[in-house]
């Protein structure tokens, strides 16, 4: 479990140290409001608004559970996923786990040794944050094929809650 890593908003979110950031859409591409940094990177990512339209050949067949790899061509950004996950789920712990699976899978296809995921939404996406907590962390252990892969907490509750819980798995895996 040494390849998660929990991060707190002290850090950057965009900073240059991963492969590639996931960006947590509804289906209409949008990210909740809270994902102010992470908006930043993707509507000044480099190539997102020029190859938008040709990593989704279709915006109204958008689908929960839809991937999107927009790749850093010269390696001054990281690459970005939108990763689709449904805002109607509040209680739906596998569409989480889905949402997980999903996105690593992607990059793991796509040959990423790095990934950062930023805490998903209590608010729009009407996620508990412990279910959200434990979702990303289960899916996140079995992808070992990952040199890291991080977590990105905007505040200070989810990050207790992440490490306490990391902490928790990795006495129990012992």
Known sequence: MD????FDKSHDITERTIDLIVAPVNKRLETSGSHKPLDYVIYNHRYALRKLHEVVPNKDKVAYGDV???PEEHGAQSSLMYAVLSEACSTDTKALKHFYQTSLSAAAAEGYQSIRFPSLSTGVFKY???QVVA???EEAITF???REIQFYCYNDVYFQKFNTQLQKLKAWRK
């Open 144 to 146: 070992t094929k990952f």
């Open 3 to 6: 390849h998660i890593k929990i």
């Open 128 to 130: 508990p944050m412990d």
């Open 68 to 70: 999107y790899l927009i």
């Open 135 to 137: 979702a990303g962390l």
